[in-house]
């Protein structure tokens, strides 16, 4: 009979012999994970490998066929495909140094007055026609250009200062103005302002005759002092029934008239200011002739609609300026190459303390202010401030704010024609939402004192012709807005704007009045307007 010893041995024996083979159980189990997980681990690589390959196969193809389709000539469907074929005319007949009346008969005419805008599907259709689609893509970021610098030479001053220059042929700062009897208590009936046809504004005074004013301008606006309180009482009226006006004698506006200097502003824009304000930011376009045409480089296709109205350029303010001295002083004609400044303030600076605000908000008090003033009378609604520096000739094209709008003169003067938001459907507003012009018109009004010339020296389309006949007859006034003064601009009034000479114009709106005027109109009639 075994011992207890024994009994206890044999126990032992056995416990470690099922111990070693569940451990050799785990371990083969353990082992079988592993190469399991090796195997899933190899299957996901193969698979992502493939992905991959797949993927880059297919990002090669579509490179190819991108490139490819990019050197053939590009088609467009529907309405876009007589837009292309016009557009590839105007640029053909660019390259080749002729004007599109050129390619179409074959011969030269150096004495057509070509212009730029010759496509006229960059103009919305005529009354009664359908609507045009447009599916064009443009650049984002705008579009580079590299200015032109062979007037420097002639820019070149006698003396050490630019600014001792004899300056513009016409000086509208001094010029002789007649201004309208003061009326108190506005007229609500539509007589006031008065509007005359556009055709009759430029005929008295053509747009680029800057050289050659009438002796006398004749203003229709009303001109109310900022010193006197019963004549800003009247002024608040005017405003408070969205009518156009201007003030002038206004000290802060006098003040900056005075500072803003070239070297100035230049040192604000370089950030060389002696007051330790923050540099300020501007940028510089430039048009192959003295118009300008609002646009979304993003969408602006040069193969669908021909160059772009303008390109921008790196040049400092310095730079600006010392070319607007130059075009001043030699009259630089309208066919030549313009250049146009502009800079602003964003919203939130006003709050910030004193010593963050930039030399414009500094400056203008009343349109940076967080608290209501005459000018900036709704501040929470106030989108910033927006300054655009102008050379002799430089013209916007036609266009609504939805802010109501105060723009102050700090230096030289500008040609503003207004009209009401109901002439909208006069105006060639463009209505595609997709154009990069949505909103705004192409028009160059000045034009319409052209229409019946027949002597073969004018180059217009039917397009800008029949819509050039429908601007003509536009309720339309003329004012000019001199260096002191500020005009007020009511909601959805489209402006049309000249800069005479050099000048300085910085601009602040205090949101939206739907209703306007009872006599003129307001977001209803510009929003039927543009229905597409």
């Known amino acids: 009979m075994p011992s207890d010893g024994d009994v206890k041995r044999r126990t032992n024996v056995k416990r470690t012999k099922r111990k070693n083979a569940a451990n050799d159980s785990d371990a083969a189990r353990r082992k079988d994970r592993k190469k399991q997980s090796r195997r899933l681990r190899e299957e996901h690589n193969r698979r992502a490998a493939l992905i991959f390959f797949a993927s880059s196969l297919f990002f090669v193809a579509v490179i190819f066929l991108y490139l490819r389709k990019s050197k053939q000539e590009p088609h467009y469907y529907g309405s876009d495909t007589e837009r292309y074929m016009r557009a590839k005319a105007v640029?053909?007949?660019?390259?080749?140094?002729?004007?599109?009346?050129?390619?179409?008969?074959?011969?030269?005419?150096?004495?057509?007055?070509?212009?730029?805008?010759?496509?006229?599907?960059?103009?919305?259709?005529?009354?009664?026609?359908?609507?045009?689609?447009?599916?064009?893509?443009?650049?984002?970021?705008?579009?580079?250009?590299?200015?032109?610098?062979?007037?420097?030479?002639?820019?070149?001053?006698?003396?050490?200062?630019?600014?001792?220059?004899?300056?513009?042929?016409?000086?509208?700062?001094?010029?002789?103005?007649?201004?309208?009897?003061?009326?108190?208590d506005p007229p609500n009936d539509g007589t006031y302002p008065a509007l005359e046809k556009m055709s009759a504004i430029f005929e008295t005074w053509g747009q680029d005759d800057l050289d050659s004013p009438p002796d006398t301008l004749v203003e229709v606006l009303q001109h109310f002092d900022f010193q006197d309180p019963e004549q800003m009482e009247a002024a608040t009226k005017y405003r408070d029934l969205e009518l156009p006006f201007k003030v002038y004698n206004i000290p802060e506006v006098r003040a900056a008239h005075e500072k803003w200097t070239d070297e100035y502003v230049a040192s604000n824009f370089n950030g060389e200011n002696d007051d330790d304000a923050p540099p300020s930011r501007g940028a510089c376009q430039q048009s192959q002739d003295n118009f300008f045409a609002?646009?979304?480089?993003?969408?602006?296709?040069?193969?669908?609609?021909?160059?772009?109205?303008?390109?921008?350029?790196?040049?400092?303010?310095?730079?600006?300026?010392?070319?607007?001295?130059?075009?001043?002083?030699?009259?630089?004609?309208?066919?030549?190459?313009?250049?146009?400044?502009?800079?602003?303030?964003?919203?939130?600076?006003?709050?910030?303390?004193?010593?963050?605000?930039?030399?414009?908000?500094?400056?203008?008090?009343?349109?940076?202010?967080?608290e209501p003033t005459f000018f900036g009378f709704n501040p929470p609604a106030q989108k910033g401030i927006q300054c655009r520096f102008g050379e002799r000739g430089v013209t916007a094209a036609t266009h609504y704010d939805g802010g109501r709008n105060m723009i102050a003169m700090i230096t030289g003067a500008k040609r503003y024609v207004l009209s009401p938001p109901f002439a909208c459907p006069q105006l060639g507003i463009v209505t595609s939402r997709e154009h990069p012009s949505y909103r705004h018109s192409m028009l160059n009004f000045g034009r319409v004192t052209l229409l019946d010339e027949d002597d073969g020296t004018v180059e217009m389309s039917k397009r800008e012709k029949e819509w050039l006949r429908i601007s003509a007859d536009a309720p339309t006034l003329s004012t000019v807005l001199k260096a002191g003064e500020v005009l007020y601009v009511p909601s959805h009034w489209f402006h049309y704007i000249t800069s005479l000479q050099k000048s300085a114009q910085c601009n602040t709106r205090s949101g939206m009045h739907e209703e306007g005027n009872e006599n003129f109109g307001g977001l209803e009639e510009v929003e039927d307007c543009i229905k597409d």
């Open 294 to 370: 609002f646009h979304r480089p993003p969408l602006w296709s040069v193969q669908l609609l021909g160059a772009p109205p303008s390109v921008d350029l790196e040049w400092t303010f310095d730079k600006w300026a010392r070319h607007a001295v130059y075009a001043d002083e030699v009259s630089l004609p309208k066919s030549e190459k313009h250049y146009y400044f502009q800079s602003g303030v964003n919203r939130e600076e006003r709050r910030k303390k004193w010593r963050h605000w930039t030399f414009v908000s500094r400056d203008l008090p009343s349109f940076s202010n967080s």
């Open 91 to 184: 640029l053909d007949a660019a390259h080749s140094g002729k004007t599109l009346d050129d390619t179409r008969k074959g011969e030269g005419n150096s004495n057509v007055k070509s212009m730029r805008y010759l496509d006229p599907r960059q103009l919305p259709p005529l009354p009664g026609e359908p609507s045009e689609p447009y599916f064009g893509k443009g650049r984002k970021g705008g579009f580079p250009g590299e200015g032109d610098d062979a007037w420097q030479a002639d820019a070149k001053p006698k003396s050490n200062s630019y600014f001792k220059r004899r300056g513009p042929k016409v000086d509208y700062t001094k010029h002789e103005y007649e201004y309208p009897d003061l009326m108190y």
